[in-house]
């Protein structure tokens, strides 16, 4: 990895059936130095079986902050696989591609609340003052997680997001 050979990738990744959480760490570091340019071959990654892989990929994806990937990550978050979709959420905020706010709104309705929770975080990371007022409904979720990032997120949103908030607190009963 220290060579900046894109070459050596395939054969690092092709070792990582069955990893261990150190190595992954290692691994996710090397590629991480790589940079944009890994992003190819960390895209070739996401299409395989293993949810394992492809989280560490999605995370990897995240740390090089590649825009070009935000629509391929984006794809994760109708993953039947709960722990993908909130890597996608987490992947999506950390990249900043304001194309990833319309699916992350999807998002916002998936029926496990740490996916809701880490969209509605996502959209706020990304500016999203369009969302507001799903953010808004989040604001009564069942899971005070799920109603702290909504909250933070409008909190983002500059002046809009800031008047919703006082708006729902004014409003409501519950002090």
Do not use: Y
């Amino acid at each position: 990895g220290q060579t900046g050979d894109l070459e050596t990738l395939r054969p690092i990744f092709d070792s990582l059936a069955g990893f261990s959480k150190i190595a992954a760490l290692r691994v996710a570091n090397i590629v991480v130095g790589f940079g944009p340019a890994a992003t190819p071959i960390l895209l070739q990654l996401l299409a395989t079986s293993e949810p394992e892989v492809q989280g560490l990929t999605l995370r990897m994806l995240a740390e090089v902050g590649d825009p070009g990937a935000a629509r391929p990550v984006s794809v994760f978050l109708r993953s039947p696989d709960k722990e993908l979709r909130i890597a996608a959420c987490e992947a999506l905020a950390r990249i900043g591609d304001a194309g990833a706010s319309p699916p992350l709104r999807g998002a916002l309705a998936d029926l496990e609340w740490p996916v809701v929770a880490k969209a509605a975080q996502a959209l706020g990371r990304l500016g999203d003052a369009g969302a507001i007022p799903q953010l808004t409904a989040q604001l009564s979720h069942r899971e005070w997680w799920v109603r702290l990032h909504a909250g933070e997120a409008l909190s983002r949103l500059g002046d809009a997001g800031r008047r919703e908030l006082e708006r729902v607190r004014d409003a409501s009963p519950d002090r």
